[in-house]
């Protein structure tokens, strides 16, 4: 089956610009989490969504970093005014209680250069 | 100080060689451990998760985890070109989902 699926794979964008990421996750899976990983610095979090509940934004660098995710599936990461320090691969997982719980699965990353 | 320390490599073996990659954690609450391997320019994937101390064997691989040490490691047996990646682990405690991930080690297995 289709696995976790995102959107643009690269971007390449100016400093100050404004971004979107796309996350699609498994289809069933009600977990989605959002990383983010630069040389040197192993993947970091981000942001949770778990269902219905309000979703665990501990992880975001700065308030110009937002996330949504529409009826439970689709999610979209936003970085304001971008910077160079935010060039890096952004990669979205998703799990499922149902599929083994603590299982994440990861999407291929979207990679964002500022330049 | 990071909570999960892992030596980045890079590492470099023969084809046949046994590999052991290790990391090194100081938050006590940490019970669930994983492995995952990256290709290049892929995401992770999940290779071994155990809960708590104790070994996992799976085909070539084995992880154990020490917790008594906050020390993981992951043998690779037989290793196989196949096998070059970057190997990243990572843990949780029992509440919450958020993992947290080492650096990751460089791994290449040559032919």
């Known amino acids: 089956g289709a696995g976790v699926s995102q959107s643009p794979s690269n971007k390449v964008t100016e400093k100050g610009k404004d971004v979107e990421l796309r996350c699609d996750p498994i289809?069933?899976?009600?977990?989605l989490y959002w990383y983010r990983q630069s040389l040197g610095q192993g993947l970091e979090f981000l942001i949770y969504?778990?269902?219905?509940?309000?979703?665990?934004k501990s992880g975001l660098p700065s308030d110009r970093f937002s996330a949504e995710r529409t009826g439970g599936s689709v999610s979209t990461l936003t970085i304001q005014r971008t910077q160079q320090e935010d060039s890096a691969v952004y990669l979205c997982?998703?799990?499922?209680?149902?599929?083994?719980?603590?299982?994440?699965?990861f999407g291929p990353g979207t990679r964002l250069l500022v330049l | 100080q990071k909570e999960v320390e892992q030596d980045p490599g890079p590492l470099s073996v023969p084809e046949g060689a046994i590999v052991s990659l290790n990391c090194t954690y100081s938050?006590?609450?940490?019970?669930?451990f994983m492995w995952y391997r990256q290709y290049s320019r892929k995401g992770p994937e999940l290779l071994m998760y155990?809960?708590?101390?104790g070994n996992k064997e799976d085909g070539r691989f084995t992880a154990q985890v020490d917790k008594s040490s906050k020390y993981i490691s992951l043998f690779i047996r037989d290793s196989q070109p196949s096998d070059s990646a970057t190997y990243l682990c990572?843990?949780?405690?029992?509440?919450?989902?958020?993992?947290?991930f080492g650096e990751g080690t460089q791994l290449t297995v040559n032919p």
């Open positions: 997982a998703s799990s499922s209680r149902l599929a083994g719980g603590e299982t994440q699965y």
């Open positions: 289809s069933g899976h009600t977990a």
């Open positions: 969504f778990q269902g219905n509940s309000a979703p665990d």
């Open positions: 938050n006590s609450a940490f019970q669930y």
């Open positions: 155990t809960y708590s101390s």
């Open positions: 990572a843990m949780k405690g029992t509440s919450g989902s958020r993992l947290t």
